[in-house]
């Protein structure tokens, strides 16, 4: 949710990365020489590790501190620091497509546990008991065992008013288990899949602020301190 009501502020960073050259001045910084990221602008390298070191909410103080604690050691060029507004955007927009990359796979397991919950209804209602071949056709071994899915699934079943024995009987016998441990087991998927989403959501939404924060950062007075 955090994505699409912030639509245009994303849409405003890319388009900012892309215009000017920007990303081509970036190509033309000092690399880093040795290392596993050899040849990447060292100034980006520092910019992820500033966004990673603040648990993904860089603030004007931290910036300053981390970057003049990097020179003690070495110095950055004039150059380097007036690219860092533009850099530490592209970082923070990586994270945020990153973020949106899961967020996509875990919807489309959603519409497949959902849609695998109203089949599997469907042929219950019909007053069906022998319910073992959907279950085999809607969940496979890669299904059954996905927390993700299988959360959803009995969400949805739920939800559908659906005895749900014969389907725990089921899930419980492939997943070599009985009854009663199963739906613990389904409990705890339930939960650790609620904090899973709370915690994305929490990274998606310091992401998004902090992406709004660097855009009213005013780098003049920022750099009068490095």
């Known amino acids: 949710?955090?994505?699409?009501?912030?639509?245009?502020?994303?849409?405003?960073?890319?388009?900012k990365l892309h215009g000017a050259g920007k990303m081509q001045a970036l190509s033309r910084l000092p690399n880093l020489e040795t290392g596993m990221r050899k040849s990447c602008p060292r100034?980006?390298?520092?910019?992820?590790?500033?966004?990673?070191?603040?648990?993904?909410?860089?603030?004007e103080n931290t910036i300053i501190s981390l970057l003049n604690?990097?020179?003690?050691?070495?110095?950055?060029?004039?150059?380097?620091?007036?690219?860092?507004d533009t850099v530490i955007s592209l970082c923070l927009l990586e994270k945020i497509v990153d973020e949106a990359v899961l967020l996509i796979q875990g919807i489309k397991i959603k519409i497949q546990a959902g849609q695998a919950a109203?089949?599997?209804?469907?042929?219950?209602?019909?007053?069906?008991?022998n319910i073992e071949e959907i279950i085999i056709k809607e969940i496979n071994r890669s299904k059954y065992?996905?927390?993700k899915f299988v959360a959803y699934f009995f969400y949805c079943l739920r939800n559908l008013s659906i005895?749900?024995?014969?389907?725990?009987k089921w899930l419980a016998k492939l997943n070599d288990m009985d009854?009663?441990?199963?739906?613990?087991?389904i409990t705890d998927m339930v939960n650790i899949e609620r904090q899973r989403e709370a915690m994305t959501e929490s990274r998606i939404s310091s992401l998004i602020i902090s992406l709004k924060e660097m855009?009213?950062?005013?780098?003049?007075?920022?750099f009068k301190n490095t």
């Not at 949710?1 to 388009?15: G, M, S």
């Not at 604690?69 to 860092?84: M, R, V």
């Not at 005895?163 to 725990?168: A, N, P």
């Open 1 to 15: 949710l955090w994505i699409f009501d912030n639509y245009n502020l994303l849409y405003r960073e890319i388009k």
């Open 43 to 59: 100034i980006y390298i520092i910019a992820r590790q500033i966004v990673n070191a603040t648990n993904n909410h860089p603030q």
């Open 69 to 84: 604690a990097y020179q003690i050691e070495k110095e950055l060029t004039s150059s380097e620091l007036w690219s860092f």
């Open 118 to 129: 109203d089949r599997i209804a469907a042929v219950i209602r019909s007053g069906n008991r």
């Open 145 to 147: 065992r996905n927390e």
């Open 163 to 168: 005895d749900e024995t014969d389907v725990v």
């Open 179 to 185: 009854q009663d441990a199963y739906l613990q087991l």
């Open 215 to 222: 855009w009213e950062l005013n780098w003049d007075e920022t």
